[in-house]
Nanobody
Framework: QVQLVESGGGLVQAGDSLRLSCAAS????????IGWFRQAPGKEREFVAQ????????DYADSVKGRFTISRDNVKNTVYLQMNSLTPEDTAVYYC????????????????WGQGTQVTVSS
């Protein structure tokens, strides 16, 4: 089991940037794929980005391609989500999650979740 703790959320204006962090502890971090998801009020949790355990492969939702970048530091056991050119539509609680396989975009395929961090983008 992997324990995950997100940080870095906050209130920003449209066009600003934020970097979220996901600190992992527990089982060997490098064996997992790590994903970022988000959930806005009244909406389902949706996939944002993921990174393969080796860090060699990444995948993004169409809505964030070109604006968000996922990366990982296996020495620090931390995954980052750099978010640029934020819009009000990016407002949500952002969660990181660990799963045994890279490639799925379904929350049900990720077994370990953090508590989430709120990102609010004002217009």
């Amino acid at each position: 089991q992997v324990q995950l703790v997100e940080s870095g959320g906050g209130l920003v204006q449209a066009g600003d940037s934020l970097r979220l962090s996901c600190a992992a502890s527990g089982r060997t971090f490098s064996l997992y794929a790590i994903g970022w998801f988000r959930q806005a009020p009244g909406k389902e949790r949706e996939f944002v980005a993921q990174i393969r355990w080796s860090g060699a492969s990444t995948d993004y939702a169409d809505s964030v391609k070109g604006r968000f970048t996922i990366s990982r530091d296996n020495v620090k056991n931390t995954v980052y989500l750099q978010m640029n050119s934020l819009t009000p539509e990016d407002t949500a609680v952002y969660y990181c999650a660990a799963g045994p396989l890279y490639g799925s975009k379904w929350p049900r395929d990720f077994g370990s979740w953090g508590q989430g961090t709120q990102v609010t983008v004002s217009s």
